[in-house]
């Protein structure tokens, strides 16, 4: 074999076990269309949807995945500049997987992840407003009925492990 076939050969298979190492598979449930934070290897993305909180809950999970559980300023960060792709009318909320509803003011998150980051949680409507939203113009939690946000846009975002 000439030497420079050789030099060929070697860069090629450098470039494949150094391709090989940088590519992740997707799953094939996870929409081609939804964006992959780096950090934790989920997948989110946002839909501009009207529904309930209960709607979209289920509609996550018919997708094989679950309404978004944010448990780090950084992962927060992502799914708000997700959404912030698309301009939004102000008061815009997007729905995020926590509910109150079993016991009033105990959030948890669907996925059971332990709910840090309660700083960021703005609860104040008692019994009437059991279900997340992510206020877009901020980045903070606030608690709401489940039929949303009336004068804003209503969206929700799903995630997937
Ligand atoms: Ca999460
Ligand atoms: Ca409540």
């Known amino acids: 074999m000439k030497r420079s076939n050789i030099l060929i050969l070697v860069l090629f298979v450098v470039a494949i076990i150094a391709g090989g190492s940088s590519i992740y598979t997707r799953p094939s449930y996870v929409p081609q269309d939804a964006s992959r934070f780096s950090s934790n290897g989920h997948y ?10 209960d709607e979209a809950y289920e509609r996550c999970i018919i997708m094989n995945g679950y309404l978004a559980c944010i448990t780090s300023q950084a992962e927060n960060d992502f799914v708000l500049a997700l959404a912030h792709e698309q301009d939004y009318p102000e008061y815009t909320c997007c729905w995020i997987g926590s509910t109150d509803e079993k016991v009033e003011s105990q959030w ?24 997340l939203n992510l206020r877009l113009a901020t980045g903070e939690w606030e608690d709401y009925p489940v039929d949303g946000e009336s004068v804003g846009e209503q969206w929700f975002v799903c995630e997937w492990d």
């Open 108 to 131: 948890k998150w669907i996925t059971g992840e332990p709910l840090v980051m309660e700083d960021n949680l703005l609860s104040h409507g008692g019994e009437v407003e059991n279900f």
């Open 44 to 53: 989110y993305k946002v839909f501009h949807e009207r529904l309930s909180w």
